[in-house]
């Protein structure tokens, strides 16, 4: 099998990110005297242990945007306040004013049918882990997607001097993987984490 595509999303993330703080703050000091390891930043709220549209999911998102996308059958809301960014290599991603992105994409696994989500997940910790030396782990916790078994997993990493922080939600549906990802400053995390688990709440395959 082929590197999982879960590598790559990072850079994706990171590149939508650096963009937009860029464009929206060039003056903005990064923190690049703060190893990730030392970061006080307080551990996350426990994202919902179900991905699904719930009552209060629905209330919080009742005025926001809906993406939809035929080809892959899902419906998935973002806030009217972030922009929608469609480019190579995700389906969709949505980014706040310089701070914080979600990115959603799909990995075709027709030519590995018979792949389970924790070989998956595995190979994709391997590889991110390969790629960022300072990368840490922080959390590992089985979910679900609708009714389909999932995987949240938290953790940091840098590039080029910036201190990130990820949360990743994968799930293998109809041969293909699916992974949202909230990716923000390692100190801005809490920020827009409620804003990224109510879009990840809203997705529906």
């Given amino acids: 099998m082929r590197k999982p595509v879960v590598k790559a ?59 939809e996308n035929a080809a892959h059958n899902l419906k998935i809301k973002y806030p009217k306040n972030w922009a929608k960014q469609e480019k190579s290599g995700i389906i969709v991603g949505f980014t706040s004013t310089g701070t914080a992105n979600v990115n959603l994409v799909s990995e075709d696994l027709a030519k590995n049918p018979n792949i389970k989500l924790d ?50 939600v994968l799930a293998i549906i109809n041969q293909k993987a699916y992974v949202l990802t909230y990716t923000a400053l390692t100190d801005e995390y809490g920020k827009e984490l409620e804003t990224a688990n109510n879009i990840f709440g809203s997705l529906s395959i």
Avoid: H
């Fill in 9 to 67: 999303i990072i850079f994706v993330a990171i590149l939508m990110l650096l963009a937009n703080l860029m464009a929206c703050s060039s003056g903005t000091p990064t923190n690049e005297s703060k190893p990730v390891a030392t970061s006080t930043t307080p551990p996350p709220a426990p994202v919902k242990d179900e991905i699904k549209p719930t009552q209060a999911n629905i209330d919080a998102t009742q005025d926001w945007q809906t993406y």
């Fill in 119 to 168: 070989e998956y997940l595995k190979l994709s910790l391997a590889n991110i882990e390969k790629e960022f030396p300072d990368f840490k782990l922080i959390e590992n916790t089985p979910m679900t997607m609708g009714n389909v078994k999932a995987q949240k997993i938290v953790y940091t990493a840098s590039m080029e001097g910036i201190n990130l922080k990820f949360m990743q």
